[in-house]
């Protein structure tokens, strides 16, 4: 049996200018539709792009090209055509529907198909909640298994793990569904039921250690269920070439991405709810110097989104308002931590900060050590803006494939930092309460912070009456 073309793990596809070198030595400047330079390819039309995908009995597309252009390719068709095309490529140049197929032609070619078609649903697995996809992919599989048994073994294999994984992001939406329709605004559980909300943060976990550690938790299990392609799938436009069709205009098939922006939002509401919460004021300075230290050991871990939400919950306005309150914390480790996330210079520290943690990540001995979860809303930020600063194709109607390395070395370094383990045991407790406590809404932040500190000018007293008035009804 030959053997399978290797992967090698996603930190080692993409060098440091993006894309690998020497990949097309064979190849001429210009050829078939594609442009090269020095190696490198820039671009090509879409059909050519496609044909560079679809492996025969001498080539194998390099990995970094597959993942690249599974990527893009659904910025100017959707998967489901992509596969259709495959397939009939597949089948039209290596002859596979003729009646007395040749065992040895298909024990050539079938090792490179199936390896395509594990990457494919390894990678982007989400493609194949669309049943043309499944269609398309069972009847290539079939065509392979039918010439060996051999292969069938392998297909089989490939069909079982892609549904596990379909069938375990499904659970997780449900999982997801159920938590979104509990979580209900704190205000409202209080007047109802003040009994169920005796407790707070620091009863439940009194260790900000241990916090953050569960904060760890829930953000990368939310990670891990984010599809690459969500990131593109976010900006997807028109295709100028195509008059009035827009290529995702029929449906997402998944919102882990907006589900995990919703978590950001979540924990700064929570955070400033457990700070307006305590009536006495020593008890919200002991909430603020608890999430210092939580946001603190965040940092350590590599873990920036939870620290950046606990910080911006720190700074919402009905928080930072309560100047007697702030006057008896100890700041100096927040002024730290506000200097890491600063966003002057383009989030410069932070940067530099998520350049360390990556690099500690690349020569870890321990999932501990590997742990790095970007601030998630500034990645996004600059996907789009590289999206927006170049154009998907060339005058000459080339797809800018320059583009699109630059935009899968961005996206490849996500998929190294999700797949990473946690270390860390789960508390069941603390992560119900993370995920489930109600927390207060805009609102009713503000009527407890002036409860807490009452109002003192103009607008903050009209502020308190009309919230209060409104509470009241």
């Known amino acids: 049996q030959e053997r399978m073309p290797q992967t090698p793990p996603f930190a080692a596809m993409f060098d440091s200018s993006g894309y690998s070198r020497n990949l097309y030595q064979s190849k001429e400047d210009n050829c078939g539709g594609l442009y090269y330079h020095d190696n490198n390819l820039l671009s090509g039309s879409l059909e050519a792009l496609i044909q560079h ?21 659904r910025l100017f068709m959707h998967p489901y055509e992509l596969m259709a095309k495959v397939c009939h490529l597949c089948i039209e140049q290596q002859r596979l529907s003729e009646p007395g197929l040749d065992k040895n032609r298909i024990r ?38 039918s010439g060996d048994e051999m292969y069938r073994k392998n297909v089989q294999q490939l069909l079982q793990n892609l549904i596990r994984k379909l069938a375990t992001v499904s659970q997780y939406e449900e999982v997801l569904a159920k938590i979104n329709a509990t979580s209900t605004d704190r205000l409202t559980v209080l007047k109802t039921k003040p009994q169920s909300i005796q407790r707070d943060i620091i009863t439940v976990c009194n260790d900000p250690y241990a916090l953050a550690q569960q904060l760890t938790h829930i953000e990368l299990e939310r990670l891990n269920y984010i599809g690459p392609e969500e990131f593109v799938q976010a900006f997807v436009q028109k295709d100028p070439l195509d008059n009035d069709k827009s290529c995702y205009g029929d449906r997402k098939k998944t919102r882990n991405l907006e589900a995990y922006v919703e978590w950001f939002n979540r924990l700064s509401y929570l955070v400033a ?24 050991e965040c940092f350590n871990i590599g873990n920036f989104n939870s620290l950046m939400a606990i910080i911006s919950g720190m700074n919402m306005s009905a928080v930072s308002r309560l100047k007697k309150t702030w006057a008896k914390v100890k700041t100096a480790k927040f002024d730290i931590l506000e200097h890491q996330m600063d966003p002057s210079s383009n989030f410069y520290n932070y940067r530099t900060a998520l350049r360390g943690a990556t690099q500690r990540s690349l020569t870890a001995h321990s999932n501990r050590e590997k742990i790095v979860i970007p601030f998630f809303s500034l990645l996004i930020k600059d996907i789009y803006f590289l999206n927006e600063g170049c154009a998907n194709r060339l005058p000459n109607g080339h797809v800018n494939f320059e583009k699109f ?68 009804v």
């Open 53 to 73: 995908l679809v492996p025969n009995i001498d080539y194998y597309p390099d990995r970094t090209y597959i993942f690249t252009f599974l990527l893009s390719s």
């Open 108 to 145: 050539k070619i079938a090792p490179k198909i199936l390896q395509l078609l594990t990457e494919w649903t390894e990678t982007f697995p989400y493609d194949f909640r669309d049943e043309r996809m499944m269609r398309n992919l069972k009847e290539l599989a079939q065509r392979i298994a």
């Open 273 to 296: 709810t457990e700070i307006c919460m305590p009536v006495k004021k020593k008890h919200r300075v002991r909430v603020i110097e608890y999430f210092i230290d939580v946001a603190r």
């Open 405 to 472: 390395w630059e935009l899968a070395k961005q996206v490849s370094e996500f998929m190294t930092w999700k797949q990473v383990e946690c270390p860390f045991e789960r508390d069941r407790k603390i992560l119900q309460y993370l995920l489930t406590v109600p927390v207060f809404s805009d609102d009713a932040l503000y009527l407890a912070s002036y409860e807490s500190e009452s109002p003192e000018n103009h607008i903050e007293k009209d502020r308190w009456k009309t919230l209060r008035f409104v509470s009241e």
